[in-house]
């Protein structure tokens, strides 16, 4: 994985203008960051992209007025390919979480029980090739959608399914390495065959197929 190079280009899409104001005022002032784009629809959003740098990270809500985040992701996926998707919202309803990994979302957040500082967090557990869940999103998503029997039996060796089932617990890749005992290059590399095996572009699209166990 490159290394990662600072500030990097966050945008806000945000209709609430207290949420978005508090969003922008903590996360654009951290040194990580910076904020080419904090807009109140995705129409001004698309408006916006075409005057702006293409966001590393798109922190966007599910339920805007327009085109909805949920609504928009396919579109984000197909062309900006490159950009993570952390939806937020104050729902975690199972199934619209389990849409959203589907459509290609890294992460998915609470509004209401998610401090500022998580925020970043979140952000930067993206970053590193992590997932970024609100714990009550995690334990739904995991009690809700309990990975079925693989259509294709041995088509992950055993240390494949290791690395998949730590990353479907939200775990970066630094985080797996340290927990099987691997060095980081190893586990990157198991991440890539999990990609080229399972047919899948992003972390969203592994853990929707993991959690459908479309393996």
């Given amino acids: 994985m490159a290394a990662i190079v600072y500030p990097v280009s966050l945008a806000i899409v945000e209709d609430d203008r207290r949420v978005r104001a508090l969003l922008q005022e903590y996360l654009c002032h951290q040194p990580e960051f910076s904020c080419p784009m904090v807009v109140d629809s995705m129409e001004a959003f698309w408006a916006e992209l075409e005057l702006s740098l293409v966001p590393r990270v798109i922190l966007l809500d599910v339920s805007l007025?327009?085109?909805t985040?949920?609504?928009a992701l396919p579109e984000l996926r197909r062309r900006l390919p490159g950009?993570?998707?952390i939806l937020q919202t104050m729902h975690d309803d199972p199934a619209r979480i389990f849409e959203a990994l589907r459509a290609g979302a890294t992460g998915y957040v609470i509004k209401n029980t998610t401090t500022l500082p998580q925020y970043k967090q979140a952000i930067l557990d993206v970053l590193a090739g992590g997932a970024a869940?609100?714990?009550?999103?995690a334990r739904k998503a995991l009690n809700h959608f309990q990975p079925a029997h693989s259509q294709q039996p041995g088509l992950l060796?055993?240390?494949e399914a290791e690395?998949?089932?730590?990353?479907?617990?939200?775990?970066?890749?630094k985080q797996v390495a340290a927990q099987l005992r691997l060095s980081f290059d190893t586990v990157h590399t198991y991440v890539k065959r999990l990609y080229e095996k399972l047919q899948v572009r992003s972390r969203?699209?592994?853990l929707s197929r993991a959690a459908k166990g479309d393996l």
């Fill in 157 to 159: 060796s055993a240390r």
């Fill in 133 to 137: 869940l609100s714990p009550s999103v």
């Fill in 65 to 67: 007025p327009g085109q």
């Fill in 204 to 206: 969203g699209e592994l």
């Fill in 69 to 71: 985040g949920l609504a």
């Fill in 83 to 85: 950009t993570d998707v």
């Fill in 163 to 173: 690395v998949l089932q730590a990353l479907t617990e939200g775990l970066s890749e």
